[in-house]
Protein backbone atom coordinates (compact mmCIF):
# COMPACT_ATOMS: atom_id res chain seq x y z
CA UNK A 1 0.00 0.00 0.00
CA UNK A 2 2.66 2.13 0.62
CA UNK A 3 4.13 1.88 -2.70
CA UNK A 4 0.55 2.83 -3.95
CA UNK A 5 0.11 6.00 -1.41
CA UNK A 6 3.79 7.70 -2.33
CA UNK A 7 3.26 8.52 -5.38
CA UNK A 8 -0.20 10.27 -4.89
CA UNK A 9 1.14 12.36 -1.88
CA UNK A 10 3.47 13.53 -4.42
CA UNK A 11 1.20 14.12 -7.12
CA UNK A 12 -1.34 15.99 -4.96
CA UNK A 13 2.00 18.29 -3.75
CA UNK A 14 2.77 18.89 -7.51
CA UNK A 15 -0.12 19.19 -9.34
CA UNK A 16 -3.25 21.22 -9.50
CA UNK A 17 -5.71 18.83 -9.78
CA UNK A 18 -5.91 17.85 -5.82
CA UNK A 19 -9.95 16.66 -5.44
CA UNK A 20 -9.03 13.27 -7.51
CA UNK A 21 -6.00 12.80 -6.32
CA UNK A 22 -7.17 13.41 -2.59
CA UNK A 23 -10.34 10.95 -3.15
CA UNK A 24 -7.77 8.04 -4.60
CA UNK A 25 -5.46 8.76 -1.53
CA UNK A 26 -8.56 8.55 1.30
CA UNK A 27 -10.08 5.61 -0.62
CA UNK A 28 -5.98 3.93 -0.40
CA UNK A 29 -5.69 5.19 3.38
CA UNK A 30 -9.84 3.57 4.03
CA UNK A 31 -7.92 0.44 2.74
CA UNK A 32 -4.88 0.22 4.31
CA UNK A 33 -6.68 0.47 7.81
CA UNK A 34 -9.20 -1.61 6.53
CA UNK A 35 -5.90 -4.33 6.38
CA UNK A 36 -4.56 -3.64 9.36
CA UNK A 37 -7.65 -3.67 11.33
CA UNK A 38 -7.55 -7.51 9.58
CA UNK A 39 -4.04 -7.95 10.85
CA UNK A 40 -4.51 -7.09 14.09
CA UNK A 41 -8.14 -9.86 14.48
CA UNK A 42 -6.21 -12.87 12.81
CA UNK A 43 -5.32 -15.46 15.09
CA UNK A 44 -2.69 -18.28 14.96
CA UNK A 45 -4.27 -21.99 13.80
CA UNK A 46 -4.25 -23.99 16.38
CA UNK A 47 -1.65 -26.94 16.14
CA UNK A 48 -2.86 -30.60 14.97
CA UNK A 49 -2.64 -31.89 18.18
CA UNK A 50 -5.03 -29.72 20.09
CA UNK A 51 -7.90 -30.55 17.21
CA UNK A 52 -7.43 -34.32 17.78
CA UNK A 53 -10.32 -35.95 20.39
CA UNK A 54 -8.98 -38.35 22.93
CA UNK A 55 -10.78 -41.24 20.70
CA UNK A 56 -9.09 -39.68 17.72
CA UNK A 57 -5.55 -40.42 19.32
CA UNK A 58 -6.61 -43.70 20.83
CA UNK A 59 -7.39 -44.87 17.16
CA UNK A 60 -4.30 -43.46 16.02
CA UNK A 61 -2.19 -45.62 19.03
CA UNK A 62 -4.27 -48.92 17.94
CA UNK A 63 -3.11 -48.46 15.00
CA UNK A 64 0.39 -48.14 15.04
CA UNK A 65 0.49 -51.22 17.68
CA UNK A 66 -0.87 -53.03 15.12
CA UNK A 67 1.35 -51.89 12.24
CA UNK A 68 3.82 -53.34 14.64
CA UNK A 69 2.17 -56.74 15.33
CA UNK A 70 2.19 -57.06 11.83
CA UNK A 71 6.01 -56.63 11.16
CA UNK A 72 6.93 -58.59 13.78
CA UNK A 73 4.62 -61.26 12.46
CA UNK A 74 5.95 -60.86 8.98
CA UNK A 75 9.99 -61.16 10.27
CA UNK A 76 8.90 -64.38 12.22
CA UNK A 77 6.89 -65.80 9.33
CA UNK A 78 10.11 -64.80 7.16
CA UNK A 79 12.84 -66.35 9.82
CA UNK A 80 10.58 -69.74 10.07
CA UNK A 81 10.80 -70.05 6.30
CA UNK A 82 14.34 -69.58 5.79
Same mark, same amino acid.
Given at each position: MEKRIAPL???VETTGD?? !?????? +?????RRA? %??DELRSVQPLPRAGACL !?????? +??????E?? %???R???EVVAVSVV
Open positions: VVAVT !SLAVKL +RELEAA %ID !SASMLE +RDDDTRQS %IESVRA
